[in-house]
């Protein structure tokens, strides 16, 4: 599976973007899917998190509430629709493929990673 994360850009404190990872490859509906970001000096750290099936999501705590996972399966995508956003949402974010619970899972034990798309959020 390879993935291509995109979306990302320069937007105002309660301003909101749409990130999109686009996945190839027959299996992806098979996977999990998570959504990490790492921000300058910082652990890459969970974000959001989706089952196989799009039936069950996980969010951090950081987050709730604003942000919204979804996938659609027949254009082998996942998206972050983050709403409300704040200065401290500023990273880069990533999204990556597991087997395993997507929340649980450490970032370093994913099977695949897209290569990160730059959200920064102006105050």
């Known amino acids: 599976v390879q993935l291509q994360a995109s979306g990302g850009g320069l937007v105002q404190a309660g301003g909101s973007l749409r990130l999109s990872c686009a996945a190839s490859g027959r299996t992806f509906s098979n996977y999990n899917m998570g959504w990490f970001r790492q921000a300058p000096g910082k652990e890459r750290e969970f974000v959001a998190g989706?089952?196989?099936?799009?039936?069950?999501?996980y969010y951090a705590d950081s987050v709730k509430g604003r942000f919204t996972i979804s996938r659609d399966s027949a254009k082998n995508t996942v998206y972050l629709q983050m709403n409300s956003l704040k200065p401290e949402d500023t990273a880069v974010y990533y999204c990556?493929?597991?087997?395993?619970?997507?929340?649980?899972?450490?970032?370093?034990?994913?099977?695949?990673w897209g290569q990160g798309t730059l959200v920064t959020v102006s105050s």
């Open positions: 990556g493929a597991t087997f395993r619970d997507p929340r649980k899972t450490g970032w370093s034990s994913y099977d695949y």
């Open positions: 989706i089952n196989w099936s799009g039936g069950r999501t």
